[in-house]
């Protein structure tokens, strides 16, 4: 079948790999209708990390029922699922209590698991033609049958569940005032879910025309933080005050206000997100962190940096007794919930697709994602 | 009336000072009984705040009610009450919320006020014959008239409460396993509150020996730090796992491992706990970290443990998915119930006293107690 | 000054009354430039209490602060302000966790207290143009001055908060699927609060054309139980599924099918909205119960009925794992967060409101409001 | 094999049966060591429900893994486990989200299923030599390895979390007020979960001296409901006060004061303790509902009992503003941290078994047991 395959850095091809097949009783096959490309392929796509060549790329991941094997139940040929980019077994200690990112079962040594990433496991990626779905049950959501919201519905693997766990994380209730930093995808779907929870306001803070306008299109009020401080911005927008809660969606690789957006070209400051949330946000206030952190950035603009270790204001954060919660989505907590707002058309988080292109146009639309030209912003790949 | 009043660096004298009056139809005097010497007096009495000369200490007070403003409405002469060391008003939105450690009525542009304590109000210290109570409906919890647990009552103005705060914060349930850092009154507390909360497994960690006893008399497991890495320890008698929860109960000046524990000349390191905690909790677990970190710290180690800026294991911590919750204690949110526990004799958190001495002693106990000699570990103060 | 009195059964007028007074250090009066009247204030309209001739009724209350007592800190006269309809002293053990509508101090020897209510303290009602307000600090909400979202903020004394009681009681949720039942004004505000939250299906069951149109012009699918069994329609329309989450928003009063909805002439079954939500949650729900249910009511259709003793499907509830709450809104928990929402102007209560009027024309406002006609569904007096 | 099979009401016996194999690849086999006889097996066992004869008993099993179905991933022929008395998939809508009693898979057309119990689906009873386990990864609760703690570890597939679940439905919290009705095994176990809790007192309502001696012996204060009012007599130890918390472990067979406890004598009251705890739990309180109430009883004192419609004072219930939370116990939610405290011997529940025979004697137990007599309360059988 044909996949996206990583060559090395800044090349990915779409080549034949061998179809996947059952193997385990749980497993299905699912045969991929969508594919999305995430801003986390972007850290294997620019050799980031440890990712080696030859890995099939793709985490983001809906379809057809294409094969079921003996051990699953609720599953047939035909069904249309939604796969969480967490692979998870559902019953390890963490799965059982919700936590479907943190799976002790599905990578050996490691808590959590994913399709197609580097250290992640074993679970060849999406963007290709077939997938195999362990613990098929568990991992997959139905979706009703035909092709009715295929690009909304594509948006529940990842960044519309992670964007709300940021909403979560921060415990984001009626009637309060957030800031988002960033207004990429994530941090779009991040505000997109502020709303939808009943906040009364929401700062979108970015420093890209394109995302900040996305942002202002679902109610929120953009912040570039390369028109002044954004924090000072946001006060001042609010008398001085702060913000009753805080996310961030940008993660360590935040940019220094001023730098270009496009490309690697910026600046990195990897502490800017967290220290200007621990200023923005008020006394007994709460911070959601989706965005990424790594123990281990070889590109790391220092050497703290490189394993991880950031200067915190923590002095700060303890005098205004913040709380906060971090890490990778738990998808399967909120994908249910999620598709049903979709099909009362309460919801379309497929606005944020710029794009969407045949799989063969893989390497084409990897260049222009990563290099942010031509309006690429979400890209969803059909094989 | 006589009080206790900081005189300079290393140095207080038991002076006469004015007696409290009322000042508003919401206050009452309170006649002190016992006013505890805590560790955080300590930071002011070494010169280590901006703590003018002339202040009076103490915010651990209890005692009988002496006279009633015309406000009031459920107190009457004789009474007595334990006073939590947060001045609150009640009715801000942040105590209205229960978060009475940051009322942002008492102490005008600050979220948080105490007694006799610098920058935290204009609220005289304790460690007096008397003291003025303000919105004194909400700020004073009774108790059983009489002179019965008088050193455990003594125990509800700060430090069980804010042990307490800790185990609430790391959110510590029933079949639990967790590290509290910090063996010192309040470390030991949060440890005790671990125990009272139903945890499985608590570990406890310090390098004072005389600590360490009073946490393996409550079943807890001592860890002492200069007996090799404390994470190492903990995971060697969990078959290499981590723990579910932490608690640091130290703050900002944690000392290095092997360096003196007894007063100035141990090396400090401020972010060490910290990063010991995020080492030794399992993925998705969470920290509660009521110990004391500040935004500016005259005698920090370096430029930036000045500002309070430490360098935190960030990408370790969104790796494991860890929560954290941080800030002072709010006292009135636990001190009933905690008070309740006493009565019905389910918790004597007076055996953390090592001293009850007359007000007029004041001066020698803050000596030997910032010395930590002569087994000075938790003092009250009895006008 | 001018004030609605209560004369005897289905007769108000509007009288000279005294003009209320500070009594205490911690008042304040406000001259009322809102108050509704609530279909509460028809219970006692109607003699279905033993409210006595000459209780001034009214407290749904908004206006500008007028006088203010010696103990008050943070308001000032000209202040727009909002008054919760309980009144709550802020300090007994039931307000400082956030149950104000069960305070233990405004009305001795009782849990609760309002203004202008049978049995619920000495507080005098707002339906008139001055009213005294105790604890003024606590129990007044600060609004923007001016006179903007008039209609809006007056519903944020009872029923809009009433109404999202309903929802949190419920844990009304993203991208759940909710029943309300009742669609008079605060069976369409818990609807609202549940579209607020993000809910993705929210039924609305009545059987008045005005109010289930009210209902489905927020989004809500209304449901009209004289055309057949709610619980099958909305199973009908749920492929034979029940709901997440039900919210009675009727209480002891309900109608049978099919009985008459205008005044007192329809046939009242006390228990059949509590066994038509126990029916129509699935297993694992949760029901919130804003709708009022008494322990003694002088008119109940039978003698179990007059001591507010119900048949309960309790096998059925029990079998489902069902929980429940119920209550009194505790409107401070709340209130602020909704007026946040009205001054962003994402959420506009006042449109349940059907009529203004001077106070002068309250005894007409009364008997239409009571007969449900000429349009009345929610009034405003306007002194 | 041998197994335990219901012949006839009141009668038992020790037949061959068939042993059970793998019939889906994610099953175990497991060799049973310990299994007990529940207070719920003597409802099918006195014919007071639709269980036909040749249905084999047993739903408490514990044992060790003898086969393991090719989909199992985490456990191997010997280990040593516990099976909650649910049967869950561990992956529908209920399962993921904790509520393993309500598993919509397991029993089709019926959320919740269970081993040997009429209604419950197809799983056959573990009072026997071996038992079919599905989901096994799932359903199996690994033990340490060995035969300590048999006893202890034998209360976890049911009473033990039951009793736990009484306590969290409750929201039992350190420092409060609990009021247990009934001290038969589920009651003394949820009064010594709230103990584990942290309650500050623990009231425990039954009229069998030994039971009221078994709660005596953890802390609790015993209230024999046949020497007076048992509301009465907690309120007058509370100087007139209720309690925070209340737990129902009583259910539909409730007895009149003053009936015998023996036997099928006494006389039901089924609303009795419903009732009770509505009127000693305090306004803003909860009920935890784990006693059983069904929707369906032939046996039922009147009409409205035998089809679980039961009269509340649901106008007390309202006014007080009180929640409750009923259902079948999650166990799977508890089981592994209530292991924890067994191991970690901070509790020890096997304290409550009062007899362990051989399978071969389980007719006499059962005898025994039903009627109270020669002091079975709890029995294991030991195949």
């Not at 220092?302 to 991880?308: F, I, M, R, S, V």
Request: hydrophobic share 40%.
């Amino acid at each position: 079948m044909r996949a996206v395959v990583f060559k090395e850095p800044f090349a990915v091809a779409v080549d034949d790999v061998p179809e996947p097949s059952l193997k385990h009783p749980n497993d299905v096959i699912v045969k991929v209708t969508s594919a999305c490309i995430c801003g986390s392929d972007l850290h294997m796509y620019e050799g980031r990390t440890a990712a080696e060549p030859g890995i099939v790329f793709g985490h983001e991941n809906m379809g057809l029922i294409e094969e079921v094997g003996d051990g699953v139940k609720t599953l047939k040929v035909g069904d249309r699922v939604s796969m969480p980019f967490n692979v998870a077994c559902g019953f390890c200690k963490n799965c059982q209590r919700g936590f479907t990112g943190f799976c002790t079962t599905v990578n050996p040594g490691f808590a959590g698991g994913a399709y197609g990433y580097v250290a992640m496991g074993p679970w060849v990626g999406g963007q290709a033609e077939y997938i195999q779905v362990p613990h098929a049950d568990f991992n997959c959501l139905p979706l009703p049958a035909g092709d009715e919201h295929e690009a909304d519905f594509a948006m529940l693997a990842d960044i519309f569940p992670t964007g709300y766990h940021g909403a979560e994380l921060a415990d984001v209730s009626p009637g309060e005032s957030v800031a988002v930093f960033g207004a990429g995808p994530v941090g779009v779907m991040a505000a997109y879910s502020c709303v939808i929870r009943g906040a009364a306001e929401v700062y979108c803070v970015d420093h890209v025309q394109e995302r900040l306008d996305k942002a202002a299109g679902i109610g929120a009020v953009p912040i570039n933080f390369d028109e002044g401080d954004a924090v000072q911005q946001i006060k001042d927008r609010r008398n001085g005050e702060g913000v009753d809660k805080g996310i961030d969606a940008v993660g360590y690789q935040a940019a220094a206000p001023g730098s270009s957006a496009a490309g690697g070209e910026q600046e990195e400051v990897p502490n800017i997100v967290l220290n200007q949330l621990i200023d923005v946000v008020s006394p007994t206030g709460a911070l959601g962190i989706p965005g990424l952190y790594v123990p281990s950035d070889p590109g790391g603009v220092d050497e703290n940096a490189k394993k991880g270790a950031l200067s915190i204001n923590f002095g700060q954060l303890f005098e205004k007794g913040l709380r906060l919660g971090t890490g990778q989505c738990n998808v399967k907590k909120y994908n249910a919930y999620l598709r049903d707002l979709i099909i009362a058309e309460k919801a379309n988080p497929g606005f944020v697709v710029s794009h969407q292109v045949p799989l063969e146009d893989a390497a084409d639309a990897y260049d222009k994602f990563d290099k942010r030209i031509d309006g690429y912003t979400k890209v969803i790949l059909n094989p």
